[in-house]
């Protein structure tokens, strides 16, 4: 979800929520602490250099119990930050604190932002001999077909 999507869902909302990936709720007294952009550059494990630009929200709990952000105050904090920082739009990842500090795509359903999980992966699989996803699934059809056919005793 890039920013300009988050700024055109929070029109028209009273209330922001925030959905963890198992369904649970961020608890409503959650503060955005940060809204900026991040630059990584990098070179993946086969020695291509690359840049990734994505802007982040770090929610953040406190014992503020009584803490509410409306989609008003989070719409104009990210319009300042659009402003003063002169970001883009770009794709946005949360910062959430779990058991470490977590990172998620974002989503938006049913009226809620939905927190998507992220995953690592290899983006240099051709030169680290990993196998794409299609060349694992014809190995294993391979194997399956050659191995396991009705009356060849393998089950």
């Known amino acids: 979800m890039k920013l300009s999507e988050v700024q055109s869902a929070l029109v028209g909302l009273n209330e922001v929520r925030f959905e963890l990936p198992n369904g649970d709720r ?13 630059d990584k550059y990098f070179m993946d494990c086969g020695g291509t250099v690359r ?9 953040f709990t406190a014992t503020d119990y009584d803490h509410r952000l ?6 104009s904090i990210i319009s300042l930050s659009q402003k ?20 998620y795509h974002l989503a938006f359903e049913r009226g809620a932002f939905r927190l998507v999980a992220t995953k690592t992966d290899c983006l240099a699989k051709d030169a680290c001999g990993i196998p794409t996803e299609t060349e694992t699934q014809k190995v294993s059809t391979v194997a399956a077909a050659s191995v396991c056919t009705p009356g060849s005793g393998c089950c």
């Open 70 to 75: 409306s989609a008003q105050k989070l719409s």
């Open 26 to 38: 961020v608890p409503e007294h959650f503060h955005v602490t940060e809204v900026g952009q991040i």
């Open 51 to 59: 840049k990734e630009s994505v802007i982040n929200f770090q929610l």
């Open 84 to 103: 003063q920082l002169s970001l883009a739009d770009l794709e946005v990842e949360v910062e959430f604190q779990g058991t470490t500090i977590e990172k």
